[in-house]
């Protein structure tokens, strides 16, 4: 398998887990009480796994030009909280929009981190 189907698998894996974790399981509660996803009782997936599948390929293609795996993250950071953040709280009702930032912000900042430090364990066998 090569290094770009490997770092693809690692988003992959990462990603899903984590956004299936964080927003259905441990803080469901928390989004639905900041009535921000209409659909949390019933997610739809596929939608949520082929925006990843796009997103991976990108960033697996791009991660093996980067010279520094921190910068990257830094990108990926800023990148994640553009359209994960500011562009949802741009359109969406929250009852607290404060409260919608904050923990988007704390899952993206985890997502970042993961998502680096998978991406250089994976670079670290190449």
Do not use: C
Request: proline letters at 2%.
């Amino acid at each position: 398998m090569t290094s770009f189907y490997l770092h693809l698998l690692a988003y992959l894996v990462v990603s899903f887990a984590l956004g299936v974790v964080w927003h259905v399981v441990i803080f469901k509660e928390y989004y639905k009480k900041l009535a921000i996803y209409s659909n949390i009782e019933k997610p739809r997936f596929s939608f949520g796994f082929s925006a990843m599948l796009l997103q991976g390929i990108v960033f697996a293609h791009i991660y093996p030009l980067m010279a520094n795996p921190w910068l990257f993250g830094l990108g990926l950071f800023f990148l994640l909280m553009s359209f994960m953040v500011f562009a949802e709280a741009g359109k969406q009702n929250a009852t607290s929009l404060s409260g919608f930032v904050a923990i988007q912000t704390a899952f993206s900042a985890v997502q970042t981190i993961l998502v680096t430090l998978s991406f250089a364990l994976v670079s670290s066998f190449y």
